[in-house]
């Protein structure tokens, strides 16, 4: 009321700034600490015949998937559990992909590939190397162009056909055969995952209700933050802060919500 300013304008939102920053890293790490927590799904998707099953073979260490010369061979999931850099992951093997087919099976088939490749970690889209290009294959990879994938050229043991060496600066080159690229191709998974060594070690974030009183703490400072910058008077910013405090101390324990608490009692048999 007298005009008095206890603090720094600049000071406050180059601090509320640090701390954001910090919210940042942790949100930045919620996404793998999560893999670590409940797994990755990792889906090989890819036209008729193109090496899925023998890809999906190679990865997991067992002939789970029956393989052939003739397309089409796999018409349902299959899902194997894999360790993809310390981490596990459920790996789903699945139908060919194809534009149009008149088999109701396969249909099908081709329908639930579809579904498990949407929701997906990551996508594998195998191309064979030893064939051409076709439609089916950009058709597939332009369906998944949105989606974390690896493009991976199967076959590498047979002749290249030209137009395979379109994908060769994005793709991972192996021979499931041979077991040629498969160690780099894990190591991409891995990278596309955004694994790292530190995360089997250092606790992360992995609750979704303290991702979203993160989430919840980072909105009321950032509000704070441009408040304190715009030279709004000091009771703005300390409610925003305020509020940031509150969703915080509900992740650390010091203060708990009403509904937090009925959620506990309702699930759990807390003796007196």
């Known amino acids: 009321e007298e005009g008095y300013h206890f603090v720094e304008a600049d000071a406050v939102a180059s601090e509320l700034g640090a701390v954001i920053a910090s919210i940042d890293a942790l949100l930045g790490e919620a996404r793998a600490g999560r893999l670590v927590r409940e797994g990755a799904q990792v889906v090989i998707v890819g036209r008729p015949n193109a090496g899925k099953s023998t890809l999906f073979n190679a990865l997991a260490g067992a002939g789970r998937a029956i393989v052939t010369e003739i397309p089409g061979t796999t018409r349902d999931l299959l899902v194997e559990q894999v360790d993809i850099g310390g981490i596990a992951a459920t790996l789903v093997d699945t139908a060919g992909i194809r534009q149009s087919t008149e088999d109701p099976v396969e249909a099908e088939g081709i329908l639930r590939a579809r579904s498990a490749a949407d929701r997906a970690h990551?996508?594998?889209?195998?191309?064979?190397?030893?064939?051409?290009?076709?439609?089916?294959?950009?058709?597939?990879?332009?369906?998944?162009?949105?989606?974390?994938?690896?493009?991976?050229?199967?076959?590498?043991?047979?002749?290249?056909?030209?137009?395979?060496?379109?994908?060769?600066?994005?793709?991972?080159?192996?021979?499931?055969?041979?077991?040629?690229?498969?160690?780099?191709?894990?190591?991409?998974?891995?990278?596309?995952?955004?694994?790292?060594?530190?995360?089997?070690?250092?606790?992360?974030?992995?609750?979704?209700?303290?991702?979203?009183?993160?989430?919840?703490?980072?909105?009321?400072?950032?509000?704070?933050?441009?408040?304190?910058?715009?030279?709004?008077?000091?009771?703005?910013?300390?409610?925003?802060?305020?509020?940031?405090?509150?969703?915080?101390?509900?992740?650390?324990?010091?203060?708990?919500?009403?509904?937090?608490?009925?959620?506990?009692?309702?699930?759990?048999?807390?003796?007196k």
């Open 122 to 271: 990551l996508v594998l889209v195998v191309v064979d190397s030893s064939t051409a290009p076709g439609e089916d294959d950009r058709a597939l990879l332009a369906a998944v162009e949105e989606s974390s994938r690896i493009i991976v050229l199967s076959k590498s043991d047979l002749p290249a056909a030209p137009g395979t060496a379109d994908y060769s600066g994005d793709a991972v080159t192996v021979s499931a055969t041979t077991g040629a690229g498969l160690d780099a191709l894990r190591q991409r998974i891995a990278e596309a995952l955004g694994l790292r060594e530190t995360y089997r070690d250092t606790p992360a974030i992995t609750n979704i209700r303290h991702i979203e009183l993160l989430d919840r703490g980072r909105a009321a400072l950032e509000r704070a933050r441009q408040t304190a910058s715009s030279g709004l008077p000091e009771e703005l910013v300390s409610a925003d802060i305020a509020e940031a405090r509150t969703a915080l101390e509900e992740i650390t324990g010091r203060r708990t919500a009403d509904d937090t608490l009925n959620a506990i009692f309702s699930r759990f048999c807390i003796g």
